[in-house]
């Protein structure tokens, strides 16, 4: 029978997106749960390595850029670290290549792409895992990996651990830094994210975010927008839309002190992008405005996460730029939002 003992060393490939990232948590500490005394190394892009700062199953977080480090290299740099396994968690044909290339003695992961051959433990992905929301995805690799070195599987489908932890030290820090901003963390805190990366049609209107944040600030919150650099005018386009006062920190932190700053908010409001799944995972309460994607395969998972969808028939189409009127989107409007967000915030109702 196999031992665990006998794996000292992990190398495990990660995702490429916040929210994908996000939604590993539960399978890396079942990896952990496995493979105790085992060090486990995370191969990610640079832009995801925040999330992972305080995660207590992950030993070391290695960076990966193929356009600037490159493939061969990586493999170069991967292949002294002696790793006894490999888990992708990544679908490519290249993380595949890196697992090879790094001579570690097992290798895990679906075999998608025709990327079977270079894998030492080849695992199936069936039409059932397909359907399931994407956090399970992951826990099945793991699973199938347990199931295949030791007989069976002990991974836990229902008693998902997939909080995110940030220590006291991060989050009066990041007070600190948003002091400087003018932003006042003595009051509710509502963070703002009206951007989507890559995907027009998951964004809501943004003078309707414009609105929502005008009647929040009206109400005695502190408003907040939140984002990547790259979404700066959509922020700067919302706030010309407003006639009261909102912060901006959208472009002004790295991903490690955004996620810091999320877990001090008292609210979240989000379309389906990174920072959403990321609040829910901090276990803050959050709001995600729904419209092309598909919640039932992958959304913000946590106990106070909720989502915000007006059904029409169109939707989920998945597009990433609506054909038509945007029909999921418009219909949401800033009282179904707001009504929302003041009953979490315990506001009073303010629609006007």
């Given at each position: 029978m196999f031992e665990a003992k006998s794996i000292k060393k992990i190398l495990v490939r990660g995702t490429n997106w916040v929210g994908d990232s996000i939604?590993?948590?539960?399978a890396l500490r079942e990896l952990k749960r496995i493979f105790p005394k085992a060090e486990i190394s995370l191969l990610v892009k640079p832009w995801v390595a925040g999330i992972f700062q305080d995660l207590e199953c992950i030993d070391e977080v290695i960076t990966y850029e193929r356009d600037k480090k490159g493939v061969w290299a990586t493999i170069k740099e991967l292949k002294t670290k002696n790793f006894d396994l490999a888990v992708l968690f990544q679908n490519a044909f290249e993380a595949a290549v890196l697992a090879f290339g790094a001579k570690a003695k097992i290798r895990a992961g679906f075999k998608t792409e025709g990327r079977g051959f270079l894998l030492t433990h080849p695992l199936n992905l069936t039409k059932e895992i397909l359907s399931l929301h994407q956090i399970y995805y992951y826990l099945h690799i793991i699973s199938q990996l347990e199931e295949r070195l030791f007989g069976q599987s002990q991974v836990d489908f229902k008693n998902l651990k997939y909080s995110l932890p940030v220590s006291k030290e991060r989050q009066t820090a990041i007070k600190e830094k948003v002091s400087s901003f003018g932003i006042n963390t003595n009051k509710k805190l509502i963070a703002?994210?009206?951007?989507?990366?890559?995907?027009?049609?998951?964004?809501?209107?943004?003078?309707?975010?414009?609105?929502?944040?005008?009647?929040?600030?009206?109400?005695?919150?502190?408003?907040?927008?939140?984002?990547?650099?790259?979404?700066?005018?959509?922020?700067?386009?919302?706030?010309?839309?407003?006639?009261?006062?909102?912060?901006?920190?959208?472009?002004?932190?790295?991903?490690?002190?955004?996620?810091?700053?999320?877990?001090i908010c008292d609210l979240v409001v989000s379309n389906d992008t990174g920072p959403a799944y990321i609040s829910a995972a901090l276990e803050r309460p959050t709001l995600t405005i729904f419209g092309p994607t598909d919640d039932k395969m992958i959304c913000p998972f946590g106990t106070k996460a909720e989502i915000l969808r007006y059904s029409v028939d169109c939707s989920p189409c998945m597009l990433k730029?609506?054909?038509?009127?945007?029909?999921?989107?418009?219909?949401?409007?800033?009282?179904?939002?707001?009504?929302?967000?003041?009953?979490?915030?315990?506001?009073?109702?303010?629609?006007?």
């Open positions: 939604v590993t948590l539960p703002i994210n009206p951007g989507a990366t890559n995907s027009r049609a998951k964004r809501w209107p943004i003078e309707r975010f414009a609105a929502l944040a005008d009647r929040l600030v009206v109400a005695g919150n502190e408003v907040v927008f939140i984002g990547a650099g790259a979404e700066l005018d959509i922020t700067e386009t919302a706030i010309k839309n407003m006639w009261e006062k909102a912060k901006i920190l959208t472009g002004k932190t790295t991903l490690a002190e955004s996620i810091a700053f999320l877990s730029d609506c054909p038509i009127d945007h029909r999921c989107m418009t219909s949401m409007s800033v009282q179904m939002v707001l009504s929302r967000a003041l009953q979490i915030l315990n506001n009073k109702l303010i629609l006007e």
